[in-house]
Structure formats: C-alpha cells, structure tokens
C-alpha cells in the first residue's frame, strides 16, 4: 500500500517530467517508489521509456524520500539536483504499460550531498541500477 496517492506533494517536478506516480516507502535508509510507463509519456520513443527518464525516475524517488521527511518534520521540500551518476547499468527499456519498482538506498550523507544506489525492477526482474550523488540546494 502506498503513502500517499498523490506524489506532488514531495516533489519539485510537475507534468510532464513527473517520473514516479506513488511513494511505497519511506524511511532513514531508503525508499521505494511505481510508475507506470504510458504512451504519452514525453521519453517514450518507439514504445519504449528511454535512458534519460530512468535516470531521472532514481533520482525523483530520492527526492520523494526526502519530500516526505521534511512534509513529516514540516519543513519545506528542498530542490535537489543530479551531481553525479556513476556505474549505470540498463539491461532493458521498458515499455508502455510496464509498472516500474524503484527503490533506492541511502549510502552516505554529508552535508548537502546524498550518495544513493538505485534500482528499478519491471514484474520483479530487475533493468537498471546506478550510484547517483545528488546535492539539496
């Protein structure tokens, strides 16, 4: 069951770059999030959800995380910004349809900078995994 049915709220991003549509879970150590690839989608080519939206689908699951930590403490949602992906592996693009899983792992905190692993699954077979530094401006 997810947090809540509307991602918005712990987010930066609006339409058309949301890449995530539910929070799973939440918690110190990480967090885990869906989103269903449709036909409209604006990194959908030939049917497929290209590299660009996948990377960007980790990264928008951290800032879910981190969205509704401060929502929890009420604090304002900070912006955060991609400052390194390293290690990006892509076994398959989804495609329209597919409900991509994605959850990532804090592994190291320091100041403004937040080291993450990710990882997206489609029907429990995992297609991408990354490390990903992101810094909150």
Do not use: H, W
């Not at 999030?33 to 409209?40: L, P, R």
């Amino acid at each position: 069951m997810s947090i809540s049915k509307s991602i918005l709220p712990y987010i930066p991003q609006r339409t058309p770059f949301v890449m995530i549509d539910t929070l799973e879970s939440c918690d110190e150590s990480g967090a885990s999030t869906t989103f269903e690839v449709k036909a409209d989608n604006l990194f959908v080519e030939m049917e497929l959800l290209r590299e660009p939206a996948l990377i960007e689908n980790i990264a928008q699951t951290a800032a879910a995380r981190m969205g509704y930590i401060c929502q929890q403490e009420q604090k304002p949602v900070p912006v955060g910004f991609i400052g390194a992906v390293q290690n990006l592996k892509i076994s398959n693009l989804p495609k329209i349809g597919d409900v991509l899983t994605t959850a990532i792992t804090i592994k190291n905190q320091i100041f403004n900078a937040t080291i993450i692993e990710g990882a997206i699954s489609v029907n429990g077979e995992y297609i991408v995994s990354c490390e990903m530094k992101i810094f909150i401006s």
